[in-house]
């Protein structure tokens, strides 16, 4: 355990946290398994441990409290917020910002709005 906070430390991804939920659920129990899959996931957002998250509160069988539903919300947030707007048809470059020229292809005028349902919305 100690080698996965380790490389958890290290920011090396989501897999060594998710091997630590398996080993905390095992010893500890699931809410303590929650406890700290929320406290890595406020550091490091991620989709796989946001649905390893959402598996953990159906095996607890409790109804999710306004705390948990508000880190879920939060959560993905960060994770629609951190992907690009932008997106050349012609090479596959994605960006934050619009360039009108492809930095990645050179062409001009490719890069276009990346289209998402739900995102023009105004959140809540």
């Known amino acids: 355990m100690d080698y996965l906070y380790h490389l958890i430390d290290g ?5 060594p946290a998710l091997v630590l939920v398996d080993l905390i659920q095992e010893d500890e129990g699931e809410q303590a398994a929650l406890l700290f899959l929320n406290e890595y996931l406020h550091r490091h957002p991620d989709l796989e ?3 390893r998250l959402i598996r953990l509160n159906r095996v607890a069988g409790e109804t999710p409290t306004p705390e948990t539903l508000g880190i879920l919300q939060q959560l993905v947030t960060r994770l629609l917020d951190a992907y690009p707007s932008y997106h050349c048809n012609h ?7 619009l360039h009108w020229q492809c930095p990645g292809c050179k062409s001009w005028s490719t890069i276009k709005p990346v289209q998402r349902l739900g995102r023009d919305k105004q959140r809540i």
Do not use: W
């Open 11 to 15: 920011a090396v991804g989501i897999a």
């Open 49 to 51: 441990g946001l649905d």
């Open 91 to 97: 090479c596959g470059f994605t960006a934050k910002t």
